[in-house]
C-alpha cells in the first residue's frame, strides 16, 4: 500500500504550470492502468482456461483501442484548457524545468520566463551549459521533482510510466494516428505474447508474479530504447522510426511461437499417453 500511494501522490504532483499536472498524471494513470489490466486480464484467462491465443487477441484489442481513446480525449482536453491559458505566468524564479522524454533540454530558471529580460540556464545533455537571455519557448518542459525518500524502485517505476505516457503523447502529436497505433499495437502485442508466464509452475500466485516481473521488465525495456542512443545497433538495418515497434514486435512472435510450440509438445505428449 505504501508504494501505491507514493505512484499515486508522484503522478498527481503538479508539473510545470496545474493544467500540465493534471495531463501528465492522467496519462500516467492511462499507462499504470493498461499494463495492470492486461496483467489481470491474462491471468483471469489463463484461470478459465480460455484459449491463449484468443485471450491475448481479444485483451490486446480492447487496450489498444481504450488507450487510443483515452489518448485522443487527453489530448483534446488538453490542447483546450492550454489554449484558455496562453497568458498565464509560467514558473516562478529559481525553479527548475526538465523534459520527461530521455534526452531532452533541462532548464534551470532564473528569473521566470515571464518577466521582460528574464534569463534562463539550458542545460542539453552532451554539450555546454547556455545562458539564455529573454523570454523563451518552455513548452513540453515539466518541474523537476524533488528528492523523496520512497524506495527507489517505487521512484524508478513512477518515471518510467511518466516516460512511456510521454512517448505516446509524441507519437500521437508528432507522427499522427498511424504511428501511435502502430507503436501502442506493437506494445500491446509484446504484452499480450507474455501469457505463457502465467503457465511456468503449478503455483498461480507465483505465476502472476512471474508475468508482473516480465510486464515490468517490457517497460524498462521501452524507457531504455527511447534514449537516441540506444537503437543504434538497428540504424544500418532499421530506419529508426520503426527501429523499436519492429523489436517488440518480434520478441512478441518469438513467445507466440514458443508458446505454441509448447502445446504442441504437451498435445503429442498426451497422445502418446492415451
Not at 516562478?92 to 524545468?97: A, K, Q, R, S, T
Not at 510486464?215 to 542512443?229: I, K, N, Q
Request: include cysteine; aromatic fraction near 10%; proline fraction near 5%.
Amino acid at each position: 500500500m505504501t508504494g501505491l500511494r507514493f505512484l499515486a501522490l508522484s503522478a498527481a504532483r503538479p508539473a510545470g504550470n496545474g493544467y500540465a499536472g493534471v495531463f501528465d498524471a492522467a496519462r500516467w494513470a492511462l499507462i499504470l492502468a493498461m499494463y495492470a489490466g492486461m496483467l489481470l486480464g491474462l491471468a483471469h484467462a489463463v484461470s478459465k482456461r480460455i484459449p491463449a491465443a484468443a485471450a491475448a487477441l481479444c485483451l490486446g484489442v480492447l487496450a489498444l483501442a481504450g488507450v487510443f481513446g483515452a489518448s485522443l480525449a487527453i489530448e483534446n482536453l488538453e490542447g483546450k484548457a492550454l489554449a484558455a491559458r496562453l497568458d498565464a505566468a509560467y514558473g516562478y524564479p529559481g525553479e527548475i524545468l526538465r523534459r520527461a522524454h530521455p534526452g531532452g533540454d533541462s532548464v534551470v530558471l532564473l528569473g521566470s520566463p515571464d518577466w521582460p529580460g528574464g534569463s534562463s540556464v539550458v542545460a542539453t545533455p552532451g554539450r555546454p551549459l547556455a545562458l539564455r537571455n529573454g523570454p523563451g519557448s518552455y513548452e513540453g518542459l515539466e518541474a523537476a521533482a524533488g528528492a523523496s525518500a520512497a524506495p527507489s524502485s517505487f521512484r524508478g517505476l513512477s518515471s518510467d510510466l511518466r516516460i512511456s505516457g510521454e512517448n505516446l503523447r509524441q507519437s500521437l502529436e508528432g507522427e499522427g494516428i498511424r504511428r501511435f497505433i502502430i507503436e501502442a499495437g506493437s506494445l500491446v502485442f509484446l504484452l499480450g505474447s507474455l501469457i505463457f508466464t502465467l503457465k511456468l509452475s503449478a503455483w498461480p500466485l507465483l505465476n502472476f508474479f512471474f508475468c508482473a516481473l516480465a510486464f515490468r521488465g517490457v517497460l524498462a525495456l521501452e524507457v531504455l530504447f527511447s534514449f537516441p542512443d540506444s537503437l543504434e545497433f538497428a540504424s544500418g538495418v532499421l530506419p529508426p522510426s520503426i527501429s523499436l515497434p519492429v523489436i517488440f514486435l518480434a520478441i512478441g512472435a518469438l513467445a507466440h511461437l514458443c508458446h505454441f510450440m509448447a502445446y504442441l509438445g504437451q498435445r503429442q505428449a498426451r497422445r502418446a499417453r492415451s
